[in-house]
């Protein structure tokens, strides 16, 4: 297993889109640090744009590749070789892959212009959010053998989670302002991993403020440790349920 993993990376890695998305992510990482005098400035610049671009890659990327390796797939599948154990492998080796660009193109440039507990959480943030998107995808991947129909599924996911779930959002507080919704708005974001994610965030740069009532509502549950824990728990959950699914699926598919 460790050996197909390291296969695996290794072929991912040498990927020139995989290249590609490290420089894009480098040049923009580096070109916000230099361009803001203010280095929560700069933060909340990168967390947008790592915000949008890792789940987009991380997914779109999973899925594409997945289907590519079919072929592979299926001869691994000819071999004594457990198939819970072939979808570890290509999970593990897809995710490691995709943290080691993110971590190379942003990590590194976020630790060196902000090297403190908010630096090291954003590349933390970076890290998980990349699997996440990895297990969506190979949920999306099972879900059907169609190649456009699996990269649709994709597309729609991402554009669900970072952008219509927001403006979901928005919608349900302008309709229900006249209610206090704010505690229910803490249970809403638990159905969105990046809206976790950027909330963690925001509260840790002190921007809560910002934010309002709800803000004040946010911290009262995220900053505290009972919070974090919760959060990190839903976050470790949008990894485990939507992989757990697809392992189950290829179990049973008929290849």
């Not at 649709?152 to 979901?168: E, K």
Request: include cysteine; glycine fraction near 6%.
């Amino acid at each position: 297993m460790i050996r197909l993993i390291k296969l695996i990376i290794l072929d991912i890695l040498k990927n020139r889109i995989m290249i590609i998305y490290m420089m894009v992510l480098a040049l923009l990482s580096w070109g916000v640090f230099s361009l803001e005098d203010n280095s929560t400035k700069g933060l909340l610049t990168l967390l947008n744009i790592v915000l949008m671009i890792v789940p987009l890659v991380s997914i779109i990327f999973s899925t594409i590749y997945q289907y590519n390796s079919s072929e592979f797939v299926e001869l691994l599948l000819s071999q004594p070789i457990e198939r819970n154990k072939i979808w570890l492998s290509l999970f593990i080796g897809l995710s490691i892959s995709l943290i080691l660009a993110f971590v190379i193109g942003a990590g590194i440039p976020l630790i060196i212009f902000e090297c403190s507990t908010i630096g090291f959480m954003m590349v933390g943030i970076g890290c998980l959010v990349s699997i996440i998107f990895v297990a969506i995808a190979f949920l999306s991947v099972i879900l059907t053998r169609d190649k456009a129909k699996g990269i649709g599924i994709s597309i729609m996911c991402w554009l669900f989670f970072a952008l219509l779930f927001d403006g979901i959002v928005l919608f349900l507080m302008f309709q229900f302002a006249e209610y206090p919704i704010e505690k229910a708005m803490v249970g809403i974001t638990a159905l969105n991993p990046i809206t976790l994610s950027r909330i963690l965030i925001l509260l840790h740069l002190d921007v809560s403020a910002m934010m309002g009532y709800t803000g004040a509502i946010f911290k009262d549950f995220f900053g505290t440790t009972l919070g974090l824990m919760i959060t990190f728990f839903l976050i470790i959950m949008w990894i485990f349920i939507p992989f757990y699914i697809s392992l189950v699926k290829f179990k049973k598919m008929d290849l």
